[in-house]
């Protein structure tokens, strides 16, 4: 009987035991679990946050780029004179992009964010200055454009009166022949107006004075036509010519003078050879120097 109660009270004492081992380990668990869950908590709460924070700097990194792409867009082709410093900046931003890619420190981030920035805000700087030299440079060329224009028009102007000056002082060089006449001779140097008894033509005309006509020997060409229109010559054409405003051009007679800015009376004589005949008709003297056709006259042998 004893021996019974023994064995029945080591029995409730194993069972008393193991109920408050059941109980600490009841405890222990909920203990873990509570634990696990706050942390599980927290760590999805972080993995948020981290992502929020990540797509936060995402966009303020994507806004400062906007913001300086808009900002060059708005100058034009000057910002193509600060390619070097462009390039710094898209560096830059590219290096923060991978940061925020890595999840590195937020901190660290923020303030390449802020230093990205301030290079943006600098490059403008530069981008006003530049366009602010360059509208001035603008201004200046199109003064000096409209200067030269100006200029260009006055020296055109110059030109132009000096030609017409120099036109009216060539005109006013030219010589000219005056009382021009173109007569018949007999062998007795008598005048005569029948073809048949002329042996001589010859042409008389006073040079005229001239202050603005330059110095010195002076070719005088008569170009005596037949009524057929046939200049009368000696010899061949080359040999009995010369160049007046670029053509070339037959002459009957050729003498040279000594002019000097006075009149001069002169006479240029052609003689039939002894077996020619002089036909009826008119004929026609033309009178020339080098330069210039200084007068004409005509004659009619019956």
Do not use: C
Request: proline letters at 1%; aromatic letters at 8%.
């Amino acid at each position: 009987m004893d021996i019974q109660i023994e064995y029945l009270e080591k029995k409730v004492k194993k069972y008393k035991n193991l109920s408050i081992v059941l109980a600490v380990l009841v405890v222990v668990l909920a203990i873990v679990s509570v634990y696990s869950l706050t942390h599980v908590r927290e760590y999805v709460v972080a993995a948020e946050e981290s992502e929020n924070t990540q797509i936060e700097l995402q966009r303020e990194l994507d806004s400062i780029l906007r913001e300086y792409e808009t900002m060059k867009n708005e100058y034009g082709e000057i910002n193509a004179a600060l390619a070097e410093k462009d390039s710094a900046i898209l560096a830059q931003a590219a290096e923060i992009e991978k940061l925020i890619n890595s999840q590195a420190d937020y901190r660290r981030i923020k303030k390449k964010l802020e230093l990205l920035q301030n290079q943006g805000k600098e490059y403008v700087k530069l981008l006003d200055s530049l366009y602010t030299v360059n509208a001035q440079l603008t201004d200046e060329n199109k003064g000096l454009a409209r200067e030269l224009g100006q200029a260009n028009q006055e020296k055109e102007s110059l030109k132009q009166e000096r030609e017409n000056l120099q036109q009216k002082v060539n005109i006013a060089a030219k010589l000219k022949a005056y009382n021009v006449s173109l007569k018949a001779y007999t062998n007795k140097d008598s005048e005569t107006d029948k073809a048949k008894r002329v042996k001589k033509l010859k042409a008389h005309f006073l040079l005229g004075e001239n202050n603005l006509a330059e110095v010195g020997n002076m070719n005088i060409y008569a170009r005596i036509s037949l009524p057929d229109g046939r200049v009368l010559a000696i010899g061949n054409e080359d040999a009995y010519s010369f160049f007046n405003d670029g053509k070339r051009l037959q002459y009957t007679v050729k003498e040279v003078i000594y002019y000097e800015k006075t009149s001069k009376q002169l006479t240029l004589s052609w003689s039939l050879k002894p077996d020619d005949v002089a036909v009826s008709g008119t004929y026609h003297v033309q009178l020339f120097t080098d330069e210039d056709f200084i007068g004409e006259a005509s004659l009619t042998l019956k």
